[in-house]
């Protein structure tokens, strides 16, 4: 059974496969660039939050 | 800046702390008494309430839903008011939910023993209960919610993002998982059937794992084991990527539960590749955990604590290292319907869940009742025997699922199988009986505990309302340097709710929408016909005394498979089993093939004493069987609940099903007599020969259809 079966039997369904894929790594990769620039000083306050 | 002056709520922590302990030693007493019935069959006492079938639900019910569900809520409202400095929004709501959860606690133990199950494993309750269990949840989502929006603290800490995730997640889960149409008040049959029912259900199934055993308990873990250590987490950058990471790929992995059975090859290999990649946020978030601890470890050394804390970190890792392992098809292949699954999860719920259960009471109880704990010494013996109990359950269990797998897949020279399926089990009894001692080390650790927390409690006085002070939450928070999106959601936990819907919704869209068009992706077997009325009640029967816990029905399409049972399974077969029974485990033989293999006798006299036909199998006894009468006036709801579902029932049948459901049943008691056994037409007994007798025999018929038909 090969997934195109499937995509042909859903109109238009391969548009939503494609969708998703997208969100899901351009959401990784904006989430991952913040991480990495995100502001020392705002980092440090968050990570301390738990012992305040 | 002016303070306010507000007070936390302990109560409502303590009495879900209590409820922890409460469930936890229910949960894990069932647990050791299924464990024993496994190389003790007497140990079922011939009681239906009592027997394997019944216990395991109500184990792992209670292991899950109770006593880690209860330790969510603890964490929850615990860490909840103080990162957000503020009262738990209601406390009418925190009190509601407490004892709705409880109840529904209570009446799934009751129900489970009673035989009410759906079968979908880990959502066995019957309807009622789902229902419940969704305005329960509802409950919990507002004040949790309602606490959040009343907040005095700008941003949103990590943890709280994990709690987000699991409230939308599980809700999200629950209702797609429960769809199911009512027969009675206690009887309902699953919405979807065969092939889309068991991809709902493992992707109901992995996600519960996901988001009931694991995100929750992360939260907890960047909360409390900051706390334990007095420091903060190593990385907080890090514990964002880990939790959109977990989210976002955890909903896409359900399918790993369903390699080589008839689920389409695409969403298998879907599965696959989602699992493998889930390793990465996995192993960085137990890393965040570990490393928090780096120059600390004299800590862990003197502080049983942390020690649990970091055991518990460890056994995460361990676990999510080999989920993804055991998601590749060729050890699949060899751990599906093994015990090795069984010591998978049970590092996951002993190691990671119940260890930083344990670590988070000893820290919480001394602190809302304001009295040091009553004995470290004792604590650090909970911790060194609980761990003795992990390994020593683990180690057999692993050794087991290896062997047993070996011995299925052995060929003489001649190409015969080399062993007996029944051998295959009595050589386990020794690490089944291992097992057991561990099991009972790790619940003596938690009956110290219990002693520990005890005399802590009754040495202190409860804090119910802790005085806290905070300033406002002012109009316009002062940025640190440049702005950023993310921290704009930060702030905005509406939109975090709705983009965490999103990103778990996403997976679980494309992954079920193809299989709900089931007519067209499943092929049709045209010699496949829905079940008779007595077959279907015998189905029933199958499913209320739990024969799926120990017999798969899922022939997979392996050469020792296919010579021990039979032709493999196909999609098409299970297009009218509402619900599915392809079962997760083999303690017994799989049962895909069982119809017309051996006579009604002797599946008469093997339910009544199993020993009689194959000594040496640790299959219960099903006296009552024989004895109950068929209830045969639940079978017209039955038949027109399946025409709901579209099953091909002709029009009216469903007041015409019990006269064919009795000529059924005599041709049974005929064939029974002939071997000398007499029986009523009318019992359970001869219902469930019946559907035995029918399993798997259509794709049979189809190929001697032609002189069938003359």
Redesign the interface.
């Known amino acids: 059974?090969?997934?195109i079966?499937?995509l042909e039997?859903?109109t238009g369904?391969d548009v939503?496969?494609m969708a998703?894929f997208f969100?899901?790594f351009f959401?990784?990769l904006v989430?991952?660039l913040?991480?990495?620039?995100?502001?020392k000083?705002?980092?440090?306050?968050?990570?301390?939050?738990?012992?305040e | 800046m002016q303070l306010e002056k507000f007070y936390y709520d302990n109560r409502t922590v303590k009495w879900f702390a209590y409820a922890t302990i409460f469930w936890g030693t229910i949960g894990m007493i069932a647990g050791l008494l299924a464990a024993v019935q496994i190389y003790l069959p007497q140990a079922n006492f011939d009681l239906p309430a009592t027997t394997f079938g019944r216990v395991r639900p109500v184990h792992t019910n209670a292991v899950i839903f109770a006593f880690v569900g209860n330790g969510i809520f603890m964490g929850v409202y615990y860490s909840l008011q103080r990162l957000c400095k503020a009262r738990m929004y209601s406390d009418l709501l925190s009190k509601i939910h407490f004892w709705g959860w409880q109840l529904i606690i209570a009446a799934a133990a009751v129900t489970l023993l009673m035989g009410y199950t759906t079968s979908k494993e880990y959502a066995e309750l019957e309807w009622p209960l789902d229902i419940a269990i969704t305005l329960i949840w509802v409950v919990f989502g507002i004040n949790m919610f309602g606490t959040i929006l009343k907040r005095r603290e700008s941003h949103l800490y990590v943890a709280i993002w994990f709690y987000l995730g699991t409230w939308v997640a599980v809700a999200m889960l629950h209702i797609v998982n429960s769809f199911e149409i009512p027969v009675s008040m206690w009887k309902s049959y699953s919405w979807y059937a065969g092939v889309q029912d068991a991809l709902v259900q493992w992707w109901y199934g992995h996600n519960a794992v996901a988001f009931f055993l694991t995100t929750p308990y992360l939260g907890l873990m960047y909360y409390f084991l900051p706390k334990a250590a007095n420091r903060p987490i190593y990385s907080y950058r890090l514990s964002i990527i880990h939790f959109w990471a977990l989210i976002f790929i955890y909903i896409w992995a359900g399918p790993h539960h369903l390699l080589y059975t008839a689920l389409p090859d695409w969403a298998q290999s879907l599965g696959t590749v989602f699992s493998i990649m889930l390793l990465a946020p996995s192993w960085g978030g137990m890393l965040n955990g570990l490393f928090t601890l780096r120059g600390a470890w004299d800590k862990v050394r003197e502080d049983p604590i942390l020690k649990f804390m970091v055991v518990a970190v460890t056994c995460y890792g361990m676990a999510t290292f080999e989920g993804p392992m055991l998601s590749l098809k060729n050890v699949n292949a060899i751990s599906h319907f093994t015990d090795w699954t069984i010591a998978h999860v049970h590092v996951g719920a002993l190691g990671w869940n119940g260890f930083l259960t344990f670590g988070v009471l000893y820290w919480i109880i001394p602190k809302i009742f304001k009295t040091p704990l009553y004995s470290k010494k004792l604590a650090t013996n909970h911790f060194w025997i609980g761990t003795l109990g992990i390994i020593l359950y683990a180690v057999p269990m692993y050794w087991a699922g290896f062997e047993q797998s070996i011995m299925w897949k052995a060929f003489t020279e001649e190409g015969q199988l080399k062993f007996q399926f029944l051998e295959t089990v009595t050589n386990l009894i020794p690490l089944y009986i291992a097992r057991s001692v561990g099991g009972l080390l790790y619940l003596t650790g938690v009956f110290m505990m219990i002693f520990n927390i005890w005399k802590t409690v009754k040495a202190g006085e409860l804090e119910a309302e802790e005085a806290a002070e905070a300033p406002a939450l002012p109009k316009h928070i002062p940025a640190h340097g440049k702005e950023h999106w993310h921290r704009w959601i930060e702030r905005r936990p509406v939109q975090l709710l709705v983009f965490s819907l999103v990103a778990v919704a996403i997976g679980g869209v494309l992954e079920i929408v193809p299989t709900f068009l089931v007519k067209s992706n499943v092929p049709t077997i045209a010699s496949v016909k829905p079940y008779t009325p007595l077959e279907l009640q015998g189905r029933d029967i199958y499913i209320r005394e739990g024969c799926y816990l120990c017999h798969s029905q899922m022939v997979r399409p392996f050469r020792d498979e296919v010579a021990r049972y039979g032709e493999y399974s196909k999609a098409g077969e299970f297009i009218y089993d509402h619900p599915f029974q392809w079962g997760s485990k083999r303690t017994g033989p799989d049962l895909a093939r069982i119809g017309g293999k051996y006579p009604d006798s002797w599946h008469y006299n093997h339910m009544l004493e199993p020993t009689s036909m194959s000594p040496g199998s640790i299959m219960p006894n099903y006296p009552w069987l024989a004895d109950n009468s068929l209830d045969t006036a639940s079978t017209p709801a039955k038949i027109r609940a399946m025409i709901k579902l579209g099953v091909p029932y002709p029009e009216g049948y469903d007041k015409v099903a019990n006269s064919d459901l009795m000529q059924q049943a005599n041709k049974v008691k005929q064939n029974l007599k002939r071997d000398k056994i007499e029986a009523a037409a009318n019992t359970e007994m001869v219902a469930l020969i019946a559907y035995l007798q029918r399993v798997g025999t259509d794709i049979k018929a189809e190929k001697r259809s032609e002189t069938a038909n003359k």
Do not use: E, G
């Open positions: 059974m090969k997934f079966n499937y039997t859903i369904v939503y496969a998703s969100i899901f959401f990784f989430m991952t913040w991480a990495w620039k995100a502001d000083k705002f980092i440090d306050r968050m990570n301390n939050l738990p012992l």
